[in-house]
């Protein structure tokens, strides 16, 4: 089943169109992976998709629902969270703090209390593992911290598509396979879909069960990730080196 | 009528002129460092005690205490800068400045109260007036607008043709990349605040002529809302702006209380700041950048 | 029994300023009139605490609140209305008001919404010269009404009643969702939205409820001076003192400014005693002094220096 719809958007700024015409499908319960050089507009996609930004043309559709008029917090309230690539934990407050906030504001919006929330923020970090900085101020996290805690705190709103915005730049080799099975776990546990920009070939290929490429705002390809790999499209625009992507599938 | 609307536009274009030099100082520090300097209107006002007390003591009129204004002008902004501003510039608050700044601005006025109490003090510098055929105007006018005029050039020779003035609008456009091609970064910004403390300064000792009583401690309220105005219709970072949005404003100052005088219930010479508040507003809402502001 | 504990720890500090308070109040005239302004103090920043300490947003126009109720205490008196009952109505309109403003102002971002909020300080004052509305510039004289009513330990009361009710308020916010949220949106108002915070609604909230006090306070400062001019009530060295005291307490907790306030006057007396005409200098450098130091404020600092004083501290 299609969980959201990325129909024909167009989005300009000023005289550069950062996406033309991209549709893209997103089906319930998958790992997507998006994939593509520098500038080709993956972020801004997630962006249009969670409501940051307004699209010039072209229509959002979240279960059958047109939602590419609706305000980021309601988007969030019905289920689409997002991790941003570069951290933007709320630094003043502790990493409790960040992720009730999701909690009290997302898919339990008005219907949970403040100590329910509490309660409920200590599992999820228990989850992705930060406990020990459960009442640090969020400035004071590492580079890992702040990307577990933008996950933790994605979560917090009980999405039903998350999308992680290069959730694994800046890791070390061991802390990226723990991010990888945090993720892999979300996914199993918790039914989420996932929407993966990633610049990580072994990762993304790995993980996702589909790909998408964008290369200067336009969709070049989609498909599972060994036709990905072997498109010669892709090859061209990201790779160089055809027989090296395989063999990364091939792991 | 047509004399009406030739005096409307003289005045309007001498005044907002004027008025347009006091608050280039403004845009210029916001788009050098981001800064709004809310002290601003201080400067104006101890501007127009300087080219008071060079009147009463020296009996230098408001033009020819010009360099005396600038001088003193670069002191104290330098001074405000290397004691306030450059502290805050780095904090991670980007409301530090304008917190610091508005309670210098408090204090400066106060220190004036006690300094020179709170009587209104005027320069009646008057040289007679030129009537022509469709206005009349007061010598000391003209004479205001042509200093206005030839500071305004000093300041573009200053931005265009010295090395000062380029690494000013460097910073202007991007202070990063400037600072990789060599150019001192906090000098720059000094001097920069320097500057435009220097134009406030020399704006208030211009505006005197208009006010031959109104000089006190709190006159800073009434150019507060002014200068915002004139400085966001503008365009805040860029100094051209304010000359714009003064004369945009010298005008309707100039328009607005003969148009309300047809409303009974109103009051059109206080009632005006108020339709250039509601500008201010709606320019904030829809086209925050100003005039010749940077598009988004 | 720890749960009552705790309690009692939280509002120890409190329970004991005001105290302190009170009983310095019947000492003498001159001390009355210390706590009036104290307590003045209290309530403008607290109230203030709500929409920029917890919201981010640094209204310069709290002032205007205080005249909008200021000038609704008048016209009610002036027509036979019971003065308390002005006062409570003053609150409500002046956050009625602040509603109105608000819907438009608070899409202004950081320096924009300081320029415009600034602004709205010298042109309410122009509205009501120039639209002569009120009295105009001339204002509205309540010797009449009022003058034997005049009571200063009723006023001062009023006035910690207020104080005591913002701090509650405080309090309460402080652990309740739309707390959280406006921290959040404080911190990063597109992260915020993307968790689910709707910021406008959130800041538009705030916004009212930061108008209530001042509103209901302006109508007390109306009665002390009985004539309610633009200058005398709508005064922007009220917004600056709101918000250094906010600054030096300690944004976002609910004690800082209570704490904030009390330092803040008892200093401003004693530089105003030793230093006269001085003490606004030294005052300007005492806010560099707090934003480059302590920019957590006084509270800020005392939390992470003595840790054992977090629970008493909020």
């Known amino acids: ?251 | 009528m047509f004399e009406l609307i030739v005096q409307i536009v003289v005045y309007g274009v001498i005044i907002g002129a004027v008025y347009g030099l006091a608050t280039m100082g403004l845009n210029l520090i916001w788009g050098v460092m981001r800064v709004v300097n809310f002290t601003h209107a201080e400067f104006l006002t101890l501007g127009a005690y300087t080219a008071y007390w060079a009147w009463v003591l020296i009996g230098l009129n408001p033009i020819a205490s010009i360099p005396l204004s600038a001088l003193l002008g670069f002191v104290i902004g330098i001074l405000t800068f290397y004691t306030i501003i450059y502290r805050l510039l780095f904090s991670p608050d980007i409301h530090s400045t304008l917190v610091a700044t508005f309670a210098l601005g408090i204090a400066l006025a106060e220190l004036m109260k006690v300094l020179w109490t709170a009587d209104y003090r005027g320069v009646p510098w008057a040289l007679g007036v030129i009537k022509h055929y469709w206005f009349s105007l007061p010598i000391t006018y003209i004479f205001t607008f042509i200093s206005c005029i030839i500071i305004i050039v000093i300041v573009y020779f200053i931005l265009y043709r010295t090395y000062f003035g380029k690494s000013i609008r460097a910073v202007i456009w991007d202070s990063g990349a400037a600072a990789i091609c060599g150019v001192n970064v906090k000098t720059t910004l000094a001097l920069g605040f320097a500057l435009g403390s220097v134009l406030a300064f020399i704006g208030g000792s211009l505006i005197v002529v208009y006010l031959p009583t109104g000089i006190n401690p709190y006159m800073g309220h009434i150019y507060l809302l002014r200068c915002f105005v004139i400085a966001v219709v503008g365009g805040l970072g860029n100094p051209w702006g304010a000359l714009i949005g003064g004369l945009i404003l010298g005008l309707l100052e100039q328009i607005s209380p003969i148009v309300l005088g047809y409303f009974p219930g109103i009051e059109p010479f206080s009632f005006t700041p108020f339709l250039s508040f509601l500008i201010l507003i709606i320019v904030l809402l829809v086209m925050p950048e100003g005039i010749l502001g940077r598009r988004r | 029994m720890g749960d009552v504990g705790d309690i009692m720890k939280k509002y120890v500090g409190f329970i004991l300023i005001y105290i302190l308070l009170i009983a310095s109040s019947l000492i003498s005239k001159a001390y009355l009139e210390i706590v009036y302004y104290i307590l003045f103090l209290m309530v403008i920043s607290q109230s203030l605490n709500i929409i920029m300490g917890f919201g981010g947003l640094y209204n310069f126009g709290h002032a205007v609140f205080i005249g909008i109720g200021a000038y609704m205490f008048a016209l009610l008196v002036v027509q036979g209305l019971n003065p308390y009952l002005s006062m409570i109505i003053g609150g409500i309109v002046s956050s009625i008001v602040a509603f109105l403003i608000g819907i438009v102002v608070l899409r202004l971002r950081g320096p924009f919404f300081a320029i415009c909020t600034l602004c709205t300080v010298p042109a309410v004052r122009y509205l009501i010269i120039g639209g002569k509305i009120a009295g105009g510039a001339a204002g509205i004289t309540l010797f009449r009404y009022l003058g034997e009513a005049y009571n200063p330990y009723v006023l001062t009361y009023i006035l910690l009643l207020l104080s005591i009710a913002a701090t509650v308020l405080t309090l309460k916010l402080s652990i309740s969702p739309l707390g959280y949220s406006l921290k959040a949106l404080r911190e990063d108002h597109d992260a915020a939205e993307t968790s689910g915070v709707n910021t406008t609604r959130c800041k538009v909230i705030a916004f009212i409820l930061s108008a209530l006090f001042p509103g209901i306070a302006g109508g007390v400062v109306a009665f002390k001076i009985f004539w309610v001019m633009p200058e005398t009530v709508i005064d922007l060295s009220w917004s600056i003192e709101a918000i250094l005291i906010v600054l030096l307490g300690g944004s976002g907790t609910a004690i800082g400014p209570i704490i904030g306030a009390v330092i803040y006057e008892i200093l401003k007396d004693l530089l105003m005693r030793y230093f006269p005409g001085l003490q606004l200098l030294i005052f300007g450098l005492l806010v560099v002094a707090i934003i480059s130091i302590a920019p957590e404020g006084i509270i800020g600092l005392l939390r992470s220096r003595f840790k054992r004083l977090r629970d008493f501290l909020i």
Do not use: W
């Not at chain 1, 992705?128 to 101020?137: M, N």
């Not at chain 1, 998350?162 to 694994?168: K, N, R, S, V, W």
């Not at chain 1, 892709?234 to 160089?240: P, R, S």
């Open chain 1, 1 to 251: 089943m299609t969980l959201l719809k990325v129909e024909n958007i167009v989005k300009r700024f000023g005289g550069v169109t950062a996406l033309k015409d991209v549709s893209i499908d997103i089906y319930e319960n998958e790992i997507l992976g998006l994939i593509g050089p520098n500038g080709s507009g993956k972020t801004t996609l997630v962006n249009v998709i969670t409501g940051v930004y307004l699209p010039d043309s072209g229509r959002i559709v979240y279960r059958e629902k047109d939602i590419t008029r609706l305000p980021p917090h309601l988007r969030c309230r019905m289920g689409i969270a997002r991790t941003y690539q570069v951290t933007r934990p709320f630094n003043n407050l502790t990493v409790l703090e960040n992720v009730m906030v999701s909690i009290l504001n997302g898919k339990r919006y008005g219907k949970i209390s403040v100590e329910e929330a509490k309660k409920l923020a200590e599992n999820i970090i228990e989850t992705i593992g930060l406990d020990k900085f459960k009442d640090t101020p969020s400035k004071s996290l590492n580079a890992q911290g702040r990307k577990r805690l933008e996950l933790a705190r994605a979560l917090g709103s009980e999405p039903e598509l998350l999308l992680l915005d290069e959730c694994l730049a800046g890791l070390t080799p061991s802390e990226i396979s723990e991010m990888l099975d945090i993720i892999r776990r979300i996914k199993n546990e918790k039914k989420i879909t996932i929407l993966m920009i990633e610049h990580l070939m072994h990762a993304v290929m790995n993980v996702s069960d589909r790909i998408a490429v964008l290369h200067e705002g336009v969709k070049i390809a989609e498909g599972k990730p060994e036709d990905i790999a072997s498109n010669i499209k892709v090859a061209e625009v990201y790779f160089g080196d055809r027989d090296l992507a395989f063999k990364f599938v091939k792991r």
